[in-house]
């Protein structure tokens, strides 16, 4: 995905990946479309890290194809 599109304060794309499936995460499920799979598997790798309501983790790994939380 071009991270160009997503970003307003930086004039390049961070090199950080964990700053970099935040801002995915963030705006999941707008960029769902444009995801390539290195994509997909940057944000199920560091969505333990990221910030974002619960639900919304559990629809990115429906999505990106990791396992569901099953703790419930």
């Known amino acids: 995905m071009d991270l160009k599109r997503l970003i307003w304060d930086y004039p390049h794309p961070l090199e950080d990946e964990g700053w970099r499936a935040r801002r995915l995460a963030e705006l999941f499920p707008f960029v769902l479309e444009k995801l390539t799979q290195e994509d997909k598997e940057l944000l199920l790798r560091e969505l333990d890290r990221i910030n974002i309501p ?19």
Do not use: L
Request: aromatic share 6%; with cysteine.
């Open 54 to 72: 619960d639900e919304r983790k559990e629809f990115i790994r429906m999505v990106c194809g990791g396992k569901q939380d099953t703790d419930r």
